[in-house]
């Protein structure tokens, strides 16, 4: 059974830090990618980041480019999100997912059939 976990929310003032840990099973790290997802209040779901399972290429969406990174440890099965700079805007409830690798297009959701529960982060002004 495929199984993801987001965990590491909290609640953190603006220019502050968080990592998020997204620890996974059920599945193969060969092939595809582990994305992180977050759903603003009242907003629709967006791409944050992405890693490749099989070379660990990372991808970011230019709202969190330069202060996110991405990175995982496969021993652990677990990835990570940690980002800087924290701004109100990145108030979001935090998913992980794992799906295909479409670079063209890495974070689009669709592409992700299996999501974890997420985890909030509220970012005080």
């Known amino acids: 059974e495929v199984q993801l976990q987001a965990s590491g929310g909290g609640l953190v003032e603006t220019g502050g830090s968080l990592r998020l840990s997204c620890a996974n099973s059920?599945?193969?790290?060969?092939?595809?990618?582990i994305g992180w997802f977050r759903q603003p209040p009242g907003e629709v779901r967006e791409g944050v980041a992405c890693?490749?399972?099989?070379?660990?290429?990372?991808y970011y969406a230019d709202s969190v480019k330069g202060r996110a990174t991405v990175s995982r440890d496969n021993a652990k099965r677990t990835v990570y999100l940690q980002i800087d700079s924290l701004k109100p805007e990145d108030t979001a409830i935090y998913y992980c997912?794992?799906?295909?690798?479409?670079?063209?297009?890495?974070?689009?959701?669709?592409?992700?059939?299996?999501w974890g529960r997420g985890t909030l982060v509220t970012v005080s002004s």
């Open positions: 997912a794992r799906g295909e690798l479409v670079p063209a297009s890495p974070l689009q959701p669709l592409w992700y059939n299996d």
């Open positions: 890693i490749s399972s099989r070379d660990g290429t990372t």
């Open positions: 059920g599945f193969t790290l060969d092939d595809g990618a």
